[in-house]
């Protein structure tokens, strides 16, 4: 789940259901069309934060382990090997998508992380730094 800030109901949030792939450095990327409201959203203000669940852990979805990561959205070259990249690690985890990147309008983001909300169950809990995070995600 996507959330950014409405940039049509200024002030409110948006969220919306969005696939995602993480990049080599383990931040999350995401494929957005410019026609969608959350990619118009980012562009006013690049803020988001993005949850991810496991959806095999239990029948019950709050006592399985979650993370909401938090941080700035930006848009990633279309050319090159950022792209490449992009789009070799995407579509290993999204193959379906690949009939988007024939379309003009469809782009990769990254998510850079500032912090993480991890939460493993009932009354598991804790804040991780974008930068701790990264270095675990590397190691």
Excluded: C
Aim: hydrophobic residues 50%; aromatic residues 8%.
């Amino acid at each position: 789940m996507l959330a950014t800030f409405s940039a049509r109901h200024e002030g409110w949030p948006f969220a919306s259901l969005t696939a995602f792939a993480t990049s080599i450095a383990g931040e999350p990327l995401l494929l957005l069309s410019d026609l969608a409201e959350h990619t118009r959203n980012l562009r006013a203000d690049p803020r988001a934060s993005l949850l991810v669940h496991d959806t095999l852990a239990a029948e019950d979805a709050a006592a399985g382990a979650r993370v909401t990561l938090i941080g700035t959205a930006e848009r990633l070259v279309d050319t090159g090997a950022p792209r490449a990249e992009a789009q070799a690690r995407y579509l290993e985890k999204n193959p379906e998508a690949s009939t988007y990147l024939a379309l003009a309008d469809f782009h990769f983001w990254l998510l850079r992380i500032a912090e993480a909300r991890f939460v493993n169950g009932f009354g598991a809990a804790g804040w991780l730094q974008g930068e701790r995070l990264s270095s675990a995600l590397l190691e």
